[in-house]
């Protein structure tokens, strides 16, 4: 009996020793993706391996009802709160005064902001989202899709609390603010130590507003026809507009594309599908992040059988992402015959009941997702932190090492 009670104290103690572990902290070398859970929209935070640091997205959709997700940690924080903690927490020590680069992939708010409380009257809009993370911890250079192309209208609130926050920041902050340049690989360039990684390391931006740099003929082309064509019920919307980047680093390889679409909807034309063009130009990467966060009208048979990953990231919060065949379509062996998995901010408990045992097949379902890459970009690993606790990132699960499968 004594045997049997050391036995579960030794279980019990070892379960909490693997349990509170944190991450080692980033060294130079280290490629480092966080993929930060507020259960409000998507926030991914990267360290360069010269310790460059990059935002993609700050979102707060204020979605507060039966099919979104609790908020993360809890209610009582805002979502740039837990974003800046979270990024204070990880980034390098000696550059913790501010972000290099922060992109706004696409003007919606679950990737922007649109929580209007607390306002600042210097600059007439409200910390939310992006805006709040700037007050926080300040953005050097802030880059969007731009203004010249399809914008919202000043009707649209969450459109015009960004557009006030970044003529205030731009004029008084010092604050740099570009338009994405589509074909460019040095836009979000290493700051630190570029000599010594920018022969393995660059960003690539992929693909925005309509245009798709095709890199074998050093131009863009365009996607869609020409606006004052189409019909009413045809028209582009703000998601095929997001922002596409392919980062590289040695033989690893990611993807990021905000929420552009693979499918078209009921009676829409077939350039709809932004997904399977895209997909041509991107080619395989170890590590894709689902457009639109697993919804239905995304991550088609081109996409998945293209990029072919190891590794699936979801930022999800609402009961309908993760959608059931887009689950099917990422686990088909049918389409590459490889081992992946699927990792998940979050998981709605109406999304388990219509999944069903496909629910099952995920590596995680719920917390922070961190991909650490090794010194030289030959192997990285998959990390699942801890979400309930304000300020408190613990290991929940370490998955790896994966080994890059280079096809380029």
């Excluded at 020409?226 to 019909?231: H, R, S, Y």
């Excluded at 990611?254 to 077939?270: L, R």
Aim: charged fraction near 20%; aromatic fraction near 12%.
């Amino acid at each position: 009996m004594k045997y049997l009670l050391f036995n579960i104290i030794f279980a019990s103690c070892f379960i909490q020793m693997v349990y509170s572990q944190n991450v080692p902290s980033w060294k130079e070398g280290y490629l480092d993706i966080h993929h930060i859970n507020t259960g409000r929209g998507n926030a991914t935070f990267i360290v360069f391996p010269d310790g460059t640091t990059m935002l993609i997205d700050a979102g707060d959709n204020n979605r507060i009802d039966e099919r979104s997700v609790e908020p993360k940690p809890n209610n009582e924080i805002t979502v740039a709160e837990c974003i800046v903690d979270y990024i204070k927490y990880f980034m390098p020590q000696k550059h913790k005064n501010n972000i290099d680069y922060c992109l706004i992939t696409h003007f919606h708010s679950d990737h922007l902001g649109a929580v209007f409380k607390n306002k600042v009257s210097e600059g007439d809009y409200y910390l939310t989202g992006i805006t709040e993370v700037h007050h926080l911890l300040p953005i050097l250079s802030l880059v969007d899709r731009g203004y010249q192309y399809m914008c919202p209208d000043e009707a649209n609130r969450t459109f015009s609390n960004y557009k006030k926050f970044v003529n205030y920041v731009t004029s008084y902050d010092s604050v740099k603010r570009e338009s994405f340049n589509v074909g460019s690989s040095r836009q979000f360039a290493l700051k630190y130590l570029f000599d010594k990684y920018n022969t393995i390391f660059k960003v690539q931006n992929i693909y925005a507003n309509g245009q798709l740099w095709i890199s074998n003929r050093h131009e863009k082309c365009s996607l869609f026809p020409e606006i004052k064509t189409l019909a009413k019920d045809n028209m582009l919307r703000e998601n095929m507009l997001s922002c596409v980047l392919k980062l590289r680093y040695g033989n690893f390889s990611y993807y990021t594309g905000g929420d552009i679409p693979g499918y078209p909807g009921i009676g829409k034309a077939t350039w709809h599908d932004v997904e399977s063009l895209v997909a041509q130009e991107v080619g395989h990467v170890e590590v894709a992040v689902l457009n639109h966060h697993g919804y239905e009208d995304t991550t088609n048979e081109n996409f998945v059988s293209i990029l072919s990953p190891q590794v699936f990231i979801a930022h999800t919060w609402n009961a309908a992402h993760l959608n059931h065949s887009v689950l099917n379509r990422m686990l088909s062996k049918s389409l590459y015959s490889y081992d992946r998995d699927i990792y998940v901010t979050n998981v709605h408990l109406a999304a388990k009941i219509v999944t069903g045992n496909l629910i099952n097949r995920l590596k995680s379902m719920q917390g922070h997702i961190m991909v650490r890459v090794e010194k030289g970009g030959d192997r990285y690993w998959v990390f699942v932190l801890d979400d309930s606790i304000f300020g408190s990132y613990n290991l929940l699960l370490k998955s790896g090492p994966y080994e890059c499968k280079c096809r380029e």
